[in-house]
């Protein structure tokens, strides 16, 4: 995360860049592409073609949403990438508004949660198709590593943003964004069952647990899943169905 100022200095021409973006458009946010590096291989992400302005409430409300878990029909799990490594942020929002960041040891995934305080508080944010951000994978990481632990904490975590946004927005606007998000974990939470090095017994009794927490319940009944790309549809089916010996060979080869 960047949070800077003019008079911070001096800047790498890559800062300088962002830095000029943000003083062009009187922006509160600028975003950047990323590159992943993985295994000597690097795939871009670039979540727009050309600079791409959000202005005023309504439009920032739509990125977030966006970001936070995209319409049925998206094929991404988000339309914008969420990390505070890829964006420049106005500090005096920051101040301004008393915004600290969550310690991982208390959340998951505490970039959202940040900007899930942050950008509802900004006027403009501008995305730019230029890949600032490199992020090396570590398959060492314990992000990478999962525990049934590991599953209540997203369960905790999902509580937080589901709070989080009920403070902000009525429910009816975010729902069906929040729901695709808890799609994203649940399938997140499952693949991370099925890469780990337990006996098979142990990783089906692990998805069946995960599978029938009541957390799950609305997301399985009511999501439009039909509006979905077609292995996401069908992945979903199995999900609903408790299918589990499809839902692991789905998570292995197709997503």
């Not at 062009?24 to 950047?32: L, P």
């Amino acid at each position: 995360m960047v949070a800077l100022t003019f008079d911070d200095g001096p800047f790498t021409p890559v800062t300088m860049k962002i830095l000029a973006t943000a003083k062009k458009y009187d922006a509160d946010d600028v975003r950047s592409g990323t590159i992943f590096y993985n295994n000597g291989k690097c795939k871009i992400r670039q979540d727009v073609n050309h600079i791409t302005i959000f202005n005023g409430q309504e439009e920032i409300k739509s990125f977030m949403f966006d970001f936070l878990g995209p319409q049925p029909e998206e094929p991404r799990d988000v339309k914008y990438m969420m990390s505070v490594c890829l964006a420049l942020h106005k500090r005096s929002v920051i101040e301004e508004n008393h915004i600290r960041f969550t310690s991982e040891r208390e959340t998951l995934s505490e970039d959202l949660i940040f900007d899930l305080d942050l950008l509802p508080r900004m006027n403009c944010i501008v995305c730019i198709p230029d890949c600032f951000y490199h992020y090396r994978v570590n398959e060492n990481s314990l992000s990478h590593f999962y525990s049934m632990e590991k599953f209540l904490r997203t369960h905790s975590f999902l509580e937080l943003v589901n709070n989080r946004l009920k403070q902000i927005y009525n429910e009816d606007e975010f729902k069906i964004h929040y729901l695709r998000l808890m799609f994203t974990y649940l399938r997140g939470s499952i693949g991370g069952i099925v890469h780990t090095r337990d006996l098979f017994y142990t990783k089906l009794t692990n998805i069946k647990t995960v599978l029938n927490d009541d957390i799950w319940k609305e997301l399985l009944t009511t999501y439009p899943y039909r509006r979905m790309s077609i292995k996401h549809r069908l992945y979903f089916f199995a999900l609903r169905h408790r299918l589990v010996l499809p839902i692991i060979f789905a998570n292995k080869f197709l997503i």
